[in-house]
């Protein structure tokens, strides 16, 4: 690959890295010693220019990082996820200490989300089966949603300051409505059973490659992202190794399409900002993958009917997609964590980090084969 820059973080192994939605030239790094299982973390700010990758700022926290957000309010904020449970607030211009302290969760956070329309809240979910929602302004949460297990992934819809998804150890997606009435539910409206195959009378859902579709083993869900260009679609993988695209609109439709290709869990997955149907992937595997859904390809033919359906039942559903690999990046040398795209320029630059130590900023578009 001819365009890839590299920064090393020696002692500490990256969770998670976010470019600036200011600039293109600037980026950030949760970082956590020890692997994240015990020991410091230490937020990087980098800055891109001639001499290549350089830190801008650097804060250390007494626990690991998971994840960060930028700030939608402050060009110079970033919000990380800490070890310890904790939300904290660090500002470029303040040295050493974090702004803002927020302190709920009683386990690991694990991720965290800044809203991107309203811009004056923020979301963040822990080990502790919950999901906070936060002014920065204010040390308490101004709600929380019980999940009710370990609960890895939390996001802002990118077209709805009201709904808010989560994914968790129980293989669901679950999405809020925070305009609903405060019920037994709370704000709760959809559980999607990612692994489940489609409900519906009458036939087997079938791949687009004609093999049955009859789900899998529910798994834990480790990422998920929302389309920036069909805000009904939602992006989900974990330790099942496959990548699948729901519409929240049919919740027991089963996938839209299905992803196979990583070898171990899919840690983080981000949709493109620059085309509906690309997305990237990180994973234990140690590989960084370019995907598209096949949404924008003309549909499979539907299967043809089998002799014992009944012809009252209506047309069988359309075949499931199978999307397709269109790129890969091997060169971590460890798990690889994290992964995002610049919002800027061309369309195809990613960051991606991973265990061994390592921020690397790559043009996907070297990669692609379409």
């Known amino acids: 690959m001819a365009s890839m820059l590299e920064f090393r973080t020696p002692g500490f192994n990256p969770y998670a890295v976010k470019y600036s939605p200011y600039y ?39 626990d690991a990082l998971y994840d960060l957000a930028w700030s939608e309010i402050n060009e110079n904020q970033i919000v990380v996820a800490c070890g310890d449970g904790s939300i904290k607030l660090f500002d470029l211009g303040v040295n ?28 963040s979910s822990s080990w502790d089966g919950t999901v906070k929602l936060w002014s920065p302004a204010r040390n308490e949460s101004l709600k929380t949603l019980p999940i009710g297990c370990c609960t890895y992934s939390t996001s802002f819809s ?24 405060v019920n037994a539910r709370y704000h709760l409206t959809t559980i999607i059973p990612v692994h489940a195959p489609p409900q519906g009378p009458g036939f087997l859902p079938r791949l687009a490659t004609g093999e049955t579709y009859a789900g899998a083993v529910p798994a834990e869900i480790l990422t998920h992202d929302w389309n920036k260009y069909n805000n009904t679609v939602i992006a989900t993988a974990g330790v099942d190794r496959i990548i699948r695209t729901h519409d929240i609109r049919n919740p027991t439709g089963g996938p839209l399409a299905v992803l196979a290709g990583h070898e171990y869990a899919v840690r983080r997955v981000a949709w493109s900002p620059h085309a509906s149907d690309i997305l990237v ?38 075949p499931i997609r199978t999307g397709a690999q269109i790129g890969l990046m091997n060169r971590h040398t460890e798990f690889a964590t994290g992964v995002d795209w610049c919002l800027f320029g061309s369309g195809g630059w990613v960051a991606s980090v991973g265990w061994d130590e390592r921020v690397l900023l790559w043009d996907a578009n070297g990669l692609l084969r379409r």
């Open 24 to 62: 293109d030239s600037r980026l950030a790094v949760a970082a956590s010693a020890n692997y994240g299982i015990v020991g410091n973390g230490r937020l990087y700010c980098l800055g891109l220019s001639a001499a290549g990758v350089q830190v801008e700022k650097a804060f250390d926290t007494n």
């Open 96 to 123: 050493d200490f974090p702004v803002m302290n927020f302190h709920e969760h009683k386990r690991e956070a694990f991720s965290v989300c800044w809203n991107p329309i309203t811009k004056d809240t923020l979301l």
């Open 158 to 181: 990118p077209s709805n300051p009201h709904i808010i998804s989560a994914v968790s150890s129980d293989s669901n997606i679950r999405i809020y409505d925070l305009r609903t009435p």
């Open 281 to 318: 992937s990180a994973s234990y595997d140690m590989t960084v993958r370019v995907w598209t859904d096949g949404s924008t390809q003309a549909p499979p033919p539907p299967p043809p009917l089998p002799p014992t359906a009944d012809p009252m039942a209506g047309p069988p559903p359309p």
